[in-house]
């Protein structure tokens, strides 16, 4: 009567010991690199890949900017990323095969290689101010037997510029509602004189 508690015991110590891969391969957040914590702080013994950002390094205040994190080598059957910003004001938007979760991105699922390289897009939409956002980004590639060894991550980062003029921005023509009060008066006072002089003439 004994032996259906042992299985049970069994079967429930296996999803226990399985539990982290399956929750890695739905995206972890909080391994970008910006707070040191990485993706190699799991996933460990195999060679690391090559991690890079491509994307504007330039936007203006408010602009939205199309990003790609790529990786290449390591294990290289699947991969999974983890994207994070320095700036609170700046806004990531995932893209295909990606989820937002406080305001970090990380995969839904392990993408497949495709020409040898795994690929993630994402949106940055910069502050509404001039001053720099930096990108932190951790990809993981991994070969694809549910485990977290014989895998290797890497990370990159990528600071963007945010342009903008923070000043109150002048009226058209340049002057403003106080400088053209004196020209009003002047015209004013240049019409009444004409009018007293027809008068008298």
């Given amino acids: 009567m ?3 508690s042992y299985a049970a015991a069994g079967v429930l110590t296996a999803c226990l010991l399985s539990a982290p891969a399956f929750a890695n391969s739905a995206g972890m957040t909080g391994n970008s690199g910006k707070s040191a914590a990485t993706c190699s702080s799991c996933h460990t013994g195999g060679s690391a890949p090559t991690v890079t950002l491509t994307g504007p390094s330039s936007l203006a205040a408010g602009a ?3 990003y790609k994190l790529t990786i290449t080598g390591g294990p290289g059957l699947r991969g999974g990323f983890n994207v994070a910003v320095d700036n609170t004001a700046a806004s990531l938007e995932p893209g295909t095969g990606s989820k937002k979760q ?3 991105l990380t995969h839904t699922a392990p993408k497949p290689a495709a020409s040898g390289a795994i690929t993630f897009d ?3 939409v910069a502050p509404p101010s001039a ?3 930096k990108i932190f980004a951790a990809g993981n590639s991994v070969n694809g ?3 977290s060894t014989g895998d290797g ?3 990159t980062s990528l600071t963007v510029n945010v342009t903008g003029n923070n000043e109150p921005q002048e009226e058209e023509g340049g002057c403003s509602s ?4 004196p020209v009003l008066a002047f015209a004013l006072t240049t019409g009444l004189a004409l009018l007293r002089r027809r008068r008298r003439n």
């Fill in 131 to 133: 001053g720099t956002v």
């Fill in 145 to 147: 037997d549910n485990n």
């Fill in 2 to 4: 004994k032996f259906p």
């Fill in 153 to 155: 991550a890497a990370t």
């Fill in 178 to 181: 106080a400088g053209g009060a």
């Fill in 122 to 124: 994402f949106s940055l």
């Fill in 64 to 66: 939205t900017g199309q």
């Fill in 102 to 104: 406080s305001n970090e």
